[in-house]
């Protein structure tokens, strides 16, 4: 029995995330092109709870989200950011940069980090285009 998805359900599952790379990549650019540039400070760390390793052998671990304070012209704003490292990684006191767009700096901050701003729009188009090429390729070899 085959394990692999149905070709029409990965061409779908591809254009979606293709298309969900579209404005995830262009969030990312404006904030790197037009982002307002600030140093934060790691006001509390959110504990999760991580894991890592395959199906059958999975490690669990403490993980931790920054919680970031700065400064905008409009007073001070916080928010969590979306990277957790395991512990060790951030500590509360530790000054971090940030970037945010001006006229909405709550929803739109982030850590001032390429990899961190890029990821979602970069790993979206990446298996959306993996699910869309296997998807045409499955239905090549169908004849």
């Not at 140093?39 to 890592?52: A, F, I, N, P, Y």
């Not at 700065?70 to 395991?86: E, H, L, M, Y």
């Not at 001006?102 to 001032?112: F, G, H, I, R």
Request: include cysteine; proline fraction near 3%.
């Amino acid at each position: 029995m085959s394990r692999a998805l149905p070709a029409p359900l990965n061409i779908v599952i591809g254009i979606g995330l293709l298309a969900w790379s579209a404005p995830l990549g262009y969030k990312a650019f404006n904030l790197v092109n037009y982002g307002v540039h600030a140093e934060g400070e790691v006001t509390q760390l959110h504990k999760l709870q991580c894991s890592s390793g395959s199906k059958h052998n999975r490690t669990h671990y403490d993980c931790y989200k920054p919680v970031v304070s700065f400064d905008t012209q409009g007073g001070r704003t916080t928010f969590q950011a979306g990277q957790s490292k395991t512990e060790g990684g951030y500590r509360v006191g530790q000054k971090i940069a940030v970037v945010y767009m001006a006229e909405n700096p709550q929803e739109t901050a982030d850590l001032d980090d390429d990899f961190q701003i890029w990821s979602g729009a970069g790993f979206a188009f990446i298996f959306g285009f993996g699910f869309l090429a296997g998807g045409i390729l499955q239905l090549r070899r169908m004849g």
